[in-house]
């Protein structure tokens, strides 16, 4: 998902879209708590490890 959102704000910078920023925002923010969650050790929705 840290991936996705990354790609979504890329593309959406180039094409001048700024819905698609936006979404990608929420997205990249959205992996990046998932990620940091795994890192800790936390179960994320019900797996121990999230990729």
């Known amino acids: ?29 959205i992996g990046a708590v998932l990620m940091l969650a795994g890192m800790a050790g936390h179960a994320v929705g019900g797996r121990r490890h999230y990729y």
């Open 1 to 29: 998902m840290l991936i996705l959102g990354i790609v979504l704000i890329v593309v959406g910078l180039l094409l001048g879209f700024p819905l698609l920023v936006t979404v990608g925002v929420i997205v990249a923010v």
